[in-house]
T-cell receptor
């Protein structure tokens, strides 16, 4: 079964508008971390934002915010005031077993969403 | 200077060649990773090193051979590859293996002909 599901292969948004990229995850662990990465055409994976499973507040980093709904196992990325430079692939990822007594697993990535910002 | 540097950025090699990919991180991290990114597929973890010791090998064929001489350098030695091995190979590092983000290099675009 897929651990990370991104159901939107491609999304379009008008410049200056907000956009939400969906991500759902599957884990039986209580302690885990959720990450979003951006991959422009140059190939580099750029870390955007992190949400811990025990964090009570949604994470925010500048124009990025993570809409964390633990009961629904969703961790959607919201980009406000889109810019042309936001056009890229966006990947949701999860790292499980973060408790100190257990060995942590590697980051597992979703299949990505290609975001295109229109002028 | 970027935190994680990969060389070369692009590589074309024949199926009988031997080549190596290099990754260097300047972040003081202890863990380093190799990922493979094929078209229309999620990133696939290949190898994990923590304090120079290999901690994971995700059933990667032996034609891929990693080497981690120290916590700052990671190599991927390639030999007798197949055309289906053509992909973007990404190196990453993190401070430990737990709830920390991984920082990625720009990748090596490998084409096997």
């Amino acid at each position: 079964a897929q651990k990370i599901t991104q159901t939107q292969p491609g999304m379009f948004v008008q410049e200056k508008e907000a956009v939400t990229l969906d991500c759902t995850y599957d884990t039986s662990d209580q302690s885990y971390g959720l990450f979003w990465y951006k991959q422009p055409s140059s190939g580099e994976m750029i870390f955007l934002i992190y949400q811990g499973s025990y964090d009570e507040q949604n994470a925010t980093e500048g124009r990025y915010s993570l809409n964390f709904q633990k009961a629904r196992k969703s961790a959607n990325l919201v980009i406000s005031a889109s810019q042309l430079g936001d056009s890229a692939m966006y990947f949701c990822a999860m790292r499980e077993r973060l408790i100190s007594s257990g060995s942590a697993r590697q980051l597992t990535f979703g299949s990505g969403t290609q975001l295109t910002v229109l002028p | 200077e970027t935190g994680v540097t990969q060389t070369p950025r692009h590589l074309v090699m024949g199926m009988t060649n031997k080549k190596s990919l290099k990754c260097e991180q300047h972040l003081g991290h202890n863990a380093m990773y190799w990922y493979k990114q094929s078209a229309k597929k999620p990133l696939e973890l290949m190898f994990v090193y923590n304090f120079k010791e290999q901690t994971e090998n995700n059933s990667v064929p032996s034609r891929f051979s990693p080497e981690c001489p120290n916590s700052s350098h990671l190599f991927l030695h390639l030999h007798t590859l197949q055309p289906e091995d053509s992909a973007l190979y990404l190196c990453a590092s993190s401070q430990g293996l737990k709830n920390t983000e991984a920082f990625f290099g720009q990748g090596t675009r490998l084409t096997v002909v």
